[in-house]
């Protein structure tokens, strides 16, 4: 991933959460508290200026990760912004993106103890993951991460808010898992072409 | 949605400033969102800071005074403040003898004041948490995100902060807060759900007639839903749903916090609270101190909670202890 | 309608049986409906009783205590009480002093204080009568039921009360009463109608996006309707309405009451407030003290009521004197 | 008027209260605060128990109004407890009930300070008692309440809770007057034929 792509990357991120921004919240009214499309839109609308200028892929995840802490608050907050600041850290140790989104997953795992199957962002992130493994594809990775997003409709929620539910969470998307999807698509969608 | 607002967006800029208008005892820092009591303490007293969304005052600003709170930190509506916030406040209150961050348990909010505490203990300050886990509504397990915490914040606050302000030093004051917690339970019902103002319309939609048992205070649809009963006997289904899950015998002492969620009349909590104080004397159990009131609300959300703290002679002699804050006043 | 009653006949009955729970340092004469100190003042002093229509809580009686009122006689939800009750409240606090009755001008109010005071004077109790009228949304003519009185009976009976506290005698004390009337203006905004019980559905219909200016407490409906604006536009035409009416001046300071009809936010009475603090301010007008709650509440309406009340050292002192109540306490 | 008539009336009142409630507290929903039909239905409630075995309609219209006064609150309360207490008076002290009805409407102009054209109970008082003075028939007496209560739907209200609404309170029916027609129609169909 190079500067120009990560900078691309956030500000369709932004734009994306700015669009969808009613569908994430009404995903959290369901099962929630209907804030994450609020949340989203707080923290990416602060990553913009935050990161211009700045001349390193990563570098700019790395900021993007620390502005998304101390602005979103909530559960993504801190999650997303481990995970960015992950990413980050992860390119500026020259890795690839397949190993920065590993260290994303990491984080994001670390922070919160979610495992896979407990209908939070670990449900689109970790397929996304192994996606991008096998293929090297931004776009595979967004399909795989909108597939685990679909994927959270039958689960019984067993991390965050959406776990006090029980057996009502069934049935309903995980908003954090369809913030992933979003995320990730994003990027496919800023990608020139295949990787 | 129908609220006195002036943009979604600036509800806590301008709440903060009219907060901060009608406490001049208090200091607010608005732009770190932090509210703290006005002066240092002459010697070192252990900091109580809590903090959390926004929504549920007098929660935790109406708490920040003498006898209770040093600091507290709103988040945005219904989530959690940010980790900046809450350092920004350690280092305004804590006066060298350590902190306590009160926590209810929400994801969002442990995760926050977690990375808070990471910051605060790379500048040198010393941090304990109390985490507040009442909610019975939610099954206690390993492998959920567990019990939230609801109103047993206000007893925790009261009387930790009591004994900070004695003096105690952080080990005793946090585990005195762990203890008020441990004693404490608690249980809402909602007959309407909130309207966060972000997102314009209620958080879910309960058909004339229908109330939501199990409820949680950021509009967490709750275990079930049921037709409205008479207020006596929902009265005595969360007494009872509440002494099935805690350790009391007749001849014990509580303390009872009927707290109203924001859209409900006093009258109604008064009723309530007729049926709640006699449906614990059959059970034996004396309510030693109470409140009544709007403590821990939810917006607009109509409907009440109620939380039971097995009460001992230290508690009540702390409870009773002298408190000067916006929302808790005695002495 | 959602309501946390056993029944619409009985749920004053009902809030009183959970008030004398909640408040057990107070004494409650459920079969009369009357709230009152426990125990007769060493030296005769004057005797301070209020009552009205339920559905105000916490008025009136959250206001009984030393500092303040004697006794309360809640009537039925928003109708006044009746003679036999304000006799029994006065054979029960006079102490050979007098009694004054604070009395919030209603027709309905006005009457039955009035039989009341002609009972009494056959039982040889002196009484005099201070009578609220505060509510600018009304016209004050004589040709009319003159004004409403609504947020300045917490004034009234909390300086009323302090005097009285102190020993002055019933016509320093009734003539108080009257000066912090007269130097009082309230005016009021409701989002929506409040649902009386036994009416089963709200008092009138407000369009979504509509407000009902210059509303009355017991949704009697207001001037006009209008859409909803911003907070800080309605908090300005609130204390431009006042100020139309007062005669305040810049340098002149005031006690301001922000008051929350039932179903409002507390956080939305803090963005309220910032706007009415901005507005006096930009008129030179200070706010010497104040409260932002529920304190005149108008069962589960939404919308607040501003009142000013003009102060000077006298009234200051008498408001910072102690009281100890439910609803309104400081030492 | 007779004892048992006394009676009959006080009877059949508390049992038109009762099925009119509803419509009396719509009413003064519209211009008051939505209570009229539960006041009264309290109170003349209390009143039937209360007459009971009392042997003279003086005494039985006495005992009621007190009642009145007692159970009722509010605006009528005072006013129809005074207005039955009056006519309760003026009928122990040997008048017909012409002077009854007139001691009555004294009563509550006195306690009120109502005239005529205010939009209250005295709309429909004083026509009914100019009717009954004309023909001594409690069927005209309901009549015309009745037309009174329907003239002050055009009135402005210029006494109790209805004039704070001013011209608002125009084009609504007034709650008191409305029950004043309810009451005397009561008498009407409880006397035995004409007077
Ligand atoms: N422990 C966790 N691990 C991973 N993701 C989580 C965890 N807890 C919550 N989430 C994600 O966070 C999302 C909610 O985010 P948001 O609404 O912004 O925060 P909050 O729940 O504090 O209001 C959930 O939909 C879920 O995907
Ligand atoms: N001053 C008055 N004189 C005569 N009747 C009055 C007066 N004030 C009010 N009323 C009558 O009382 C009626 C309202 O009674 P009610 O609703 O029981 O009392 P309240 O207004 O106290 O709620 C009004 O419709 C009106 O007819
Ligand atoms: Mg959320
Ligand atoms: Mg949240
Ligand atoms: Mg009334
Ligand atoms: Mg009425």
């Known amino acids: ?195 | 949605m129908k609220k006195l607002i002036n943009a979604p967006e600036t509800v806590l800029a301008d709440a903060l400033a009219g907060f901060a208008a009608a406490h001049p005892e208090l200091t607010v820092d608005q732009e770190n969102r932090v509210i703290t009591r006005s002066g240092r303490p002459a010697t070192p007293k252990v900091a109580l800071i809590s903090g959390g969304g926004s929504g549920h005052e007098p929660l935790h600003g109406g708490f920040v005074g003498p006898g209770m709170l040093d600091a507290a930190c709103p988040g945005e509506v219904f989530t959690s403040p940010v980790p900046d916030q809450l350092l920004a406040a350690a280092q305004a209150v804590h006066s060298g003898a350590g902190v306590v961050f009160v926590v209810k348990n929400y994801t969002g909010d442990v995760m926050n004041f977690e990375l808070a505490a990471e910051l605060a203990a790379d500048e040198g300050i010393e941090v304990r948490t109390v985490l507040v886990n009442d909610d019975v509504a939610v099954e206690d397990s390993t492998w959920t995100a567990g019990r939230r915490g609801t109103g047993a914040t206000v007893l925790v606050e009261k009387i930790a902060g009591a004994l900070a302000e004695r003096g105690a030093d952080l080990d005793r004051v946090a585990a005195l807060g762990d203890r008020v917690n441990a004693a404490s339970r608690s249980f809402a019902i909602a007959l309407t759900a909130a309207t966060v103002p972000a997102a314009g319309k209620p958080g879910f939609d309960l058909p004339e007639n229908e109330i939501e048992v199990g409820v949680g205070i950021h509009g967490e649809p709750g275990r079930r839903r049921e037709p409205l009963r008479p207020a006596a006997e929902l009265a005595a289904e969360v007494v009872d749903t509440i002494l099935a899950d805690h350790h009391l015998s007749a001849g014990d002492e509580v303390i009872a916090l009927l707290n109203g969620l924001g859209g409900t009349p006093l009258i109604e909590l008064y009723v309530l609270y007729g049926a709640v104080a006699d449906r614990l004397a059959g059970q034996g159990i004396r309510i030693a101190r109470n409140l009544v009131g709007n403590y821990v609300t939810s917006l607009d959300m109509a409907g009440f909670s109620l939380t039971l703290t097995k009460a001992d002679p230290e508690l009540l002699e702390l409870w009773d202890a002298p408190v000067a804050t916006p929302a808790l006043r005695w002495s």
């Open chain 1, 1 to 195: 991933m190079d500067t120009t792509l990560a900078h691309t990357w956030l500000r369709a991120v932004a734009a994306a959460v700015e669009q969808r921004q009613q569908e994430l919240t009404e995903l959290d009214a369901a099962i929630g508290d209907g804030d994450h499309g609020s949340n989203l839109h707080r923290g990416f609308t602060a990553v913009l200026p935050a990161i211009e200028g700045l001349g390193s892929a990563g570098e700019v995840l790395t900021k993007a990760g620390s502005t998304l802490i101390s602005k979103v608050g909530g559960a993504s907050g801190p999650l997303y912004g481990k995970a960015f600041r992950a990413m980050g850290s992860a390119l500026t140790e020259g890795g690839d993106f397949g190993s920065a989104l590993a260290a994303g997953l990491a984080a994001i795992e670390k922070l919160g103890g979610a495992a896979p199957g407990d209908k939070t962002i670990v449900d689109a992130w970790a397929p996304a993951l192994a996606a991008f493994e096998r293929t090297g594809s931004y776009a595979d990775a967004a399909a795989a991460a909108e597939q685990g997003a679909l994927d959270t409709v039958p689960l019984q929620a067993r991390k965050g808010r959406a776990s006090y539910l029980g057996p009502r969470s069934i049935g309903h998307q995980d908003p954090g898992a369809t913030s992933t999807a979003l995320i990730l698509r994003a990027l496919a969608d800023s990608a020139p072409g295949p990787v």
